[in-house]
């Protein structure tokens, strides 16, 4: 039986940013009931999420695997607050030549070799860390800008790897890091 399920692709920072951020996920939750960015680990989106057969997934890492092998870690820069129109609040993520290549990359591959089209966001590239989408009212949309951008923080780490995010039971789960240069 064919089980469709839906994946992403993303850059995911180390656990001490990932604990930083998730601290700023729930002030917004407790202080204004925005919830919704919980359902995602922090995380840089280089694929936007696509639908891909589960009894594929074995082969779609090898995919991945195979076009990462010769890609080496890259410098990722927190740097600002930014937001989308009054529906999402991020954390920014400073363009560099690197990141663009490797998204651009990422997004010829995915075209290639998972027969996947290019949505608007694959050509329209904006590195961000979401903080907090969809259910904010917009009432409150200044203040948890606001919250935001006093909570911010700048930061650099390396882009190590690759990680394949998988929603099960309604969540985005880390599903499988593949190392870059594996």
Not at 41 to 47: A, G, S
Not at 112 to 134: G, I, Q, W
Request: with cysteine.
């Amino acid at each position: 039986m064919k089980v469709i399920q839906k994946y992403f692709l993303a850059l995911v920072p180390p656990e001490s940013i990932i604990e930083k951020v998730q601290e700023m996920k729930f002030l917004i939750r407790d202080q204004f009931g925005v919830k919704y960015a919980l359902k995602s680990p922090p995380h840089i989106t280089v694929k936007m999420p696509f639908n891909y057969n589960e009894a594929k997934e074995g082969r779609l890492i090898e995919k991945l695997n195979e076009y990462l092998k010769d890609r080496r870690p890259f410098p990722i820069q927190v740097s600002g607050v930014g937001n989308f129109g009054k529906r999402v609040v991020y954390l920014n993520i400073l363009k560099s030549p690197q990141l663009e290549n490797f998204q651009e990359g990422i997004k010829h591959f995915c075209k290639r070799e998972l027969h996947l089209v290019d949505e608007l966001s694959d050509r329209n590239y904006h590195p961000h860390m979401t903080v907090a989408f969809k259910d904010i009212k917009p009432i409150h949309f200044s203040e948890v800008l606001l919250l935001v951008k006093k909570l911010s923080f700048e930061t650099e780490f390396s882009a190590l790897d690759l990680v394949l995010l998988k929603r099960i039971n309604g969540e985005w789960v880390l599903f499988r890091k593949i190392k870059f240069g594996a």
